[in-house]
């Protein structure tokens, strides 16, 4: 089974060290554009703000890319990437927001303010499974309806559409490892008679907390 951990939607948690107010906003994104749309998103909410250091991870081809946004290197960026690496999270961005107190913090200080800030938002966010599965249709007349129904959710598909017509179209994804199980118990339990044809490949979220 191919699968990553991810959060859902947005979650914001806040800290002050020393003055400092810490903002950590973490958000689901898809694509790099998207995690960008974020950032730019958070550095006009908090314009007046001294930075707004940023890290993400996408599970395409593993893009990592991280900023210290003017604070000294190595200091903000990277410990906020090593917050969503270390709790295996991808398709993850946060956006840690410094407005400064007047009191500087020192390297180790930074390093544990803006690590303390992310860990705070991705620990009170809601996390998911992603799961590859396979998009698929399958046709039906009326009569095989409701038993190839409940036969699709013992088998964990889940129905995405159901089109009624002279025929019926179903449309359901399922965790991409079942996929020729379901086909060969449809072919048994309606004697060849229906099969799934699948259409693509696709993540889709389980929660797990």
Not at 123 to 148: F, G, R, T, W
Request: charged letters at 25%.
């Amino acid at each position: 089974m191919l699968s990553f951990k991810t959060i859902i939607g947005q979650n914001v948690a806040e800290l002050t060290e020393k003055r400092s107010r810490f903002i950590a906003t973490i958000k689901h994104v898809e694509t790099e554009e998207e995690a960008t749309n974020f950032i730019n998103e958070m550095k006009a909410k908090y314009w007046d703000a001294r930075h707004n250091v940023y890290a993400y991870i996408l599970n395409d081809n593993n893009l990592v890319r991280f900023s210290d946004d003017g604070e000294p290197h190595g200091t903000a960026g990277k410990p906020v990437l090593d917050v969503i690496a270390g709790r295996e999270l991808k398709n993850v961005a946060i956006v840690v927001t410094r407005y400064f107190g007047g009191i500087l913090l020192g390297t180790g200080g930074l390093v544990r303010a803006y690590s303390s800030a992310a860990i705070l938002a991705a620990d009170n966010a809601d996390i998911s499974q992603m799961v590859e599965c396979s998009v698929a249709d399958i046709n039906c007349d009326y009569s095989q309806y409701d038993k190839l129904k409940k036969l699709l959710e013992e088998c964990g598909a889940v129905i995405l559409d159901t089109i009624f017509e002279n025929a019926i179209k179903i449309s359901f994804y399922i965790d991409s490892s079942e996929f020729s199980k379901l086909n060969d118990k449809l072919i048994d339990v309606f004697f060849g008679n229906l099969s799934a044809k699948q259409i693509n490949l696709q993540f889709f979220p389980i929660k797990i907390n």
